[in-house]
């Protein structure tokens, strides 16, 4: 009996229509078009305006696009895995909802939490139930509302997020597609360089915590920057190392979209040529966990079955990793 791996076989993609563009930013906070752009590579970002939709609203969009793409029957998922760093509400679980609104009436549910690389983790989780030939269809959605902790008088935060959802269904696979190995890794170290003060245990939510605006995002952007790059990079030259593989080898670069120059400095370290460098920050900005799945599916038409795909994130915490995954699907 051959062993079972864990394959991507439908992807699914959601942004909200509201277009926030850097032209639009320059009359809320001093900055411009050029400063961003060459700092991040970001030209516009996409919010979800629209009053009591949260980051479920986004997931649920995700999920529907993956079932219309894929011709899924929601009845049929065994597992929900929701990938957020910005739930609904606390203590309700905001993966149990979308899977009921979705129509996955015979799964569980429960969300993942690792900021900005909740969606990689989600990706090592989601293998991890399929290769134990328990589960047959799990949907790995990421998708955060951004927009809700950002403060869009802060120039060091509002240029850079963007609100998204993305989903991924995997499978078990037989032919040896799907996940091959990963690399993941975290460390305390960042947990007073990006982070949000209030509406934790710690310090729970108050008047004062409020009028301090304690609970918008807060991010030292160099120091972040810095572990950002050696730690992306890091992780994907390893698992190229372990795994045998040279540029040649590499297909795909599916790199967390927080800074262009951070997925250059990735692709550089990994010696790709820039075609293989799969890029939309300029279009969606930092959505945290969907920026993964929104690659996939904006550029699924791309991929070819066989193809070999190195995925590399780094987020707040600090959380990052790399993982290598043959993709197993040609589209039609």
């Known amino acids: 009996m ?38 991040t590579g970001i030209k ?27 011709n899924i029957n929601p009845a049929e998922i065994d597992l929900v895995i929701m990938a957020t760093a910005t739930p609904d509400m606390p203590v309700a679980t ?11 009436v015979n799964a569980f549910a429960y969300d993942l939490s690792a900021a900005c690389s909740s969606f990689l983790y989600g990706m090592s ?7 134990s030939g328990r589960y047959k269809k799990v949907l790995l959605i990421g998708a955060d509302k951004m927009s809700s902790i950002i403060d869009y008088t802060d120039r060091a935060t509002c ?45 729970p939510a108050s008047k004062q915590t409020v009028e301090n605006s304690q609970h918008f995002v807060f991010q030292d952007g160099k120091t972040v920057f810095k572990y950002a790059v050696s730690g992306m990079a890091d992780v994907s030259d390893k698992i190229m190392q372990r795994n045998n593989l040279t540029k040649e080898d590499i297909n795909w670069l599916i790199a967390h979209q927080a800074n262009k120059r951070i997925i250059d400095a990735t692709a550089s370290r990994m010696e790709l040529d820039e075609e293989k460098v ?8 930092n959505t945290t966990s969907a920026t993964l799945p929104l690659l996939l599916s904006d550029f699924e038409h791309k991929f070819k079955k066989g193809d070999n795909l ?16 043959k993709w197993a699907y040609n589209k039609q």
Request: hydrophobic share 40%; no cysteine.
């Open 2 to 39: 051959s062993k079972i791996t864990a394959a991507i076989t439908a992807v699914g993609g959601y942004v909200p229509d509201y277009v926030l563009s850097n032209q639009v930013l320059e009359t809320l906070v001093d900055t411009n078009d050029e400063w961003i752009t060459t700092r």
């Open 44 to 70: 516009e970002r996409r919010l979800l305006k629209e009053q009591g939709k949260g980051t479920s609203y986004l997931a649920i969009k995700a999920a529907q696009d993956l079932f219309k793409r894929g």
């Open 94 to 104: 905001t993966g149990v909802y979308v899977a009921t609104q979705i129509g996955a």
């Open 125 to 131: 989780t989601a293998a991890a139930y399929i290769e």
């Open 159 to 203: 240029i850079i997020f963007g609100d998204g959802g993305g989903a991924v269904l995997f499978e078990p696979n037989n032919e040896g597609l799907g996940l091959q190995d990963e690399f993941l890794r975290s460390d305390g170290i960042g947990r007073e360089y990006l982070k949000i003060d209030a509406g934790g245990s710690i310090l």
């Open 278 to 285: 799969l890029v939309n920050i300029h279009k969606y900005g």
């Open 310 to 325: 190195i995925f590399a994130a780094f987020g707040g915490g600090f959380t990052w990793g790399s993982i290598y995954l």
